[in-house]
């Protein structure tokens, strides 16, 4: 069966990374927006937003500059009683590179995750398996076995020490990186695959999307369900956590993205575009302030999500078919540019949004101005997966086509200089982590498909 061929939920060991169907139904009254307002600690955000930009209207009309507490430390004012000798300039595109291809996974790669202290790079596939690689020199560091069907999705802990992965086998398993096994106890609720996976800020609870169409919350140390919520009438895509872990998010093919409490398991805001098209991932902004979410009809959009008001679409990548995930990232002048800057002006940046495409590439968006900063190449077919390091700014990219990319600025290369693509054919080094033991691995059949996945934020 063809990556791209309609998901059946009855036929077994199938990713949920699928082709979405053209036609959904329209919106019934379970689509409309919740009514509730939020909680004590949110009173004030709508007037936190009252400086939020928007895109240009349709007669021209410019929105209003943006106060300086809006905006990046790179867009302040540079004078703040001394003379800098040189201002630093957003750069208008961006110099990344390839240098690392990974090699290992027998089927499609669906999702990559840098572990929050950027030594790690973990995968999931279509294959069963999830592998841990250095992110240093994409040396392939184990594979993690357990699952009985392809993997879709994985999350980090904050403290980078635990791993987990949600499977076509209706399944979530949590991994010790220190010691390298599955937790005893999987996390069993969901009644179809699970889709999508977050941690919480601080580590202890879990959120998860299921093709159940379900929202579920998880205490990890007790490996229990804490909630579950009926969140969508179509399959859960995308699930987030805000940065201080009172609100979750997520979306659904059905068109809509919920924000919910935390504590409550309250709906406390429902968006939808005009269009209504499937979304397929959904990020929370890294100030809290905003949601971007990727929709099948080639687009990005920010929300504000307090107003409900979508401030600004991004475009230029093709997605109308599979769920392609998307993230959030900083970056600041190129190597040259440094030289003449001060420390104070050499250490500031801007925000970039990043998305896979169809057509084999991955884009990197300015949020701010919209404009494209890069377009990088490599990948034979859809790019399904995009992280960003938070430690140097490497981006990571994986495919259909069962590889995995690093990529990385000329300033951030290993050892100060870009060598050019390197492949590794994912042969196991000697490595610090053990032997995993999870229930063991199945192969699967040929049915498995893959398918249909801090810097303020200001007006452009």
Request: with cysteine; glycine share 8%.
């Amino acid at each position: 069966m063809s990556y791209t061929s309609t998901p059946d939920p009855h036929q077994g060991r199938r990713s949920p990374k699928r082709k979405r169907s053209e036609s959904l139904d329209p919106p019934s009254a379970y689509h409309s927006a919740a009514s509730t307002p939020y909680p004590a600690h949110h009173e004030g955000a709508s007037e936190q937003f009252a400086f939020a930009y928007e895109d240009d209207n349709e007669n021209g009309v410019q929105t209003p500059d943006v106060p300086g507490e809006l905006r990046s430390s790179a867009e302040q004012s540079p004078d703040s009683g001394a003379k800098r000798r040189k201002i630093a300039e957003r750069p208008r595109t961006l110099d990344y590179t390839l240098q690392y291809t990974l090699r290992g996974h027998k089927r499609g790669v669906a999702s990559v995750k840098f572990s929050p202290d950027g030594k790690w790079l973990a995968s999931c596939s279509a294959d069963c398996t999830l592998k841990i690689w250095s992110a240093a020199t994409g040396a392939l560091q184990h594979t993690l076995e357990g699952h009985l069907a392809g993997i879709s999705t994985l999350a980090w802990s904050p403290d980078s020490r635990v791993l987990a992965s949600g499977s076509d086998d209706k399944l979530i398993r949590l991994w010790d990186i220190t010691t390298g096994k599955a937790l005893p106890v999987p996390l069993a609720g969901h009644h179809n695959y699970v889709y999508s996976l977050a941690f919480s800020p601080k580590g202890n609870i879990l959120v998860s999307g299921s093709y159940d169409e379900a929202v579920n919350f998880w205490d990890v140390r007790t490996a229990r369900r804490l909630r579950s919520l009926p969140a969508h009438s179509d399959p859960v895509s995308g699930v987030d956590f805000v940065r201080d872990g009172t609100l979750a998010a997520s979306c659904s093919s059905d068109g809509l993205i919920r924000i919910w409490d935390t504590g409550t398991g309250q709906c406390l805001k429902t968006l939808v575009h005009e269009d209504n098209a499937p979304v397929t991932s959904v990020k929370f902004s890294p100030n809290g302030r905003y949601v971007l979410a990727a929709t099948l009809d080639n687009s990005l959009r920010l929300w504000n999500y307090v107003e409900g008001r979508c401030v600004k679409t991004y475009q230029g990548h093709k997605n109308e078919k599979f769920s392609i995930g998307v993230c959030f990232g900083t970056y600041s002048v190129s190597a040259a540019a440094r030289e003449e800057l001060d420390e104070e002006e050499r250490r500031k940046q801007w925000p970039l949004a990043a998305c896979g495409s169809e057509d084999g590439s991955t884009v990197l968006w300015d949020v701010n101005s919209k404009e494209i900063l890069q377009r990088l190449q490599g990948h034979e077919g859809v790019v399904l997966g995009v992280d960003v390091c938070v430690q140097d700014g490497a981006i990571a990219t994986c495919g259909k086509d069962q590889t995995i990319k690093i990529y990385r600025r000329r300033a951030h290369a290993v050892n100060g200089e870009t060598k050019g693509d390197t492949e590794h054919d994912g042969k196991q080094k000697d490595s610090p982590l053990p032997v995993a033991n999870g229930t063991g691995s199945a192969e699967h059949g040929e049915s498995q498909q893959l398918g249909t996945r801090d810097t303020t934020i200001t007006d452009g």
